[in-house]
């Protein structure tokens, strides 16, 4: 049974930081892209950031030079450091792995984000 389990989300004032993390299991991880997605209220689910299996990253521009994705193949987790956040990071985060070739994608449950003072 494939488990993605996110935690480290919670309330945080601008400028903050926060770590979230997904742990993965039943799956052959370091085969897989991780990726973050959030989704805020009344909008798409967006891609944050991405990691290959060798370390390559992807970052959406409207987090660039503020979040960090990494990932320990062993221990099957994906980290995404979030700094100098701001309310507009408002969102459930999701962690998702995803195989490209033949597709197959896992989603986890997501974690709250709020940037708020």
């Known amino acids: 049974q494939v488990q993605l389990v996110e935690s480290g989300g919670g309330l945080v004032q601008p400028g903050g930081s926060l770590r979230l993390s997904c742990a993965a299991s039943?799956?052959?991880?370091?085969?897989?892209?991780m990726n973050w997605y959030r989704q805020a209220p009344e909008k798409q689910r967006e891609l944050v950031a991405s990691?290959?299996?060798?370390?390559?990253?992807v970052f959406a521009d409207s987090v660039k030079d503020r979040f960090t994705i990494s990932r320990d193949n062993a221990r099957s987790t994906v980290y995404l450091q979030m700094n100098s956040l701001k309310p507009e990071d408002t969102a459930v985060y999701y962690c998702?792995?995803?195989?490209?070739?033949?597709?197959?994608?896992?989603w986890g449950q997501g974690t709250q984000v709020t940037v708020s003072s």
């Open positions: 998702q792995a995803l195989r490209p070739f033949p597709r197959e994608d896992y």
């Open positions: 990691i290959n299996g060798r370390g390559s990253t």
């Open positions: 039943g799956i052959d991880f370091s085969a897989y892209v």
